[in-house]
């Protein structure tokens, strides 16, 4: 869905292009640290008790379910369960 004039889409890239890559790149990076907030916050709010290794289970169900076959699925988890890193 686009839902954006192309007036605006195009003065949006003309803005965009006269920033420096290194700019583009650490705005492109604050808004994937945003995201990962955003989607913790909604992960503790339906499971107020869930513990900070399960949070990293949870994140992969979030974002990378449907990339991956069931069989795959199931891997990535165990593995996840195995190591037991908290989600940061």
Same mark, same amino acid.
Do not use: H
């Given at each position: 869905?686009? +839902?954006?004039?192309?007036?605006?889409?195009? &003065?949006?890239?003309? $803005? $965009?292009?006269? &920033?420096?890559?290194?700019?583009?790149?650490? $705005? /492109?990076?604050?808004?994937? %640290?945003? #995201?990962?907030?955003?989607?913790? #916050?909604?992960?503790?709010? %339906?499971?107020? +008790?869930?513990?900070? #290794?399960?949070?990293? /289970?949870?994140?992969?169900?979030?974002?990378?379910?449907? %990339?991956? %076959?069931?069989?795959?699925?199931?891997?990535?988890?165990? #593995? $996840?369960?195995?190591?037991?890193?908290?989600?940061?």
């Amino acid at each position: 869905m686009n +839902d954006t004039c192309s007036t605006v889409e195009n &003065k949006l890239f003309e $803005m $965009m292009q006269q &920033k420096t890559e290194s700019e583009r790149f650490f $705005m /492109g990076a604050s808004m994937f %640290d945003m #995201a990962r907030l955003v989607t913790k #916050a909604s992960i503790l709010e %339906d499971n107020p +008790d869930i513990s900070p #290794a399960e949070i990293r /289970g949870e994140f992969f169900r979030y974002w990378y379910w449907e %990339d991956f %076959d069931t069989s795959n699925r199931e891997k990535i988890l165990e #593995a $996840m369960r195995l190591i037991n890193i908290p989600f940061e």
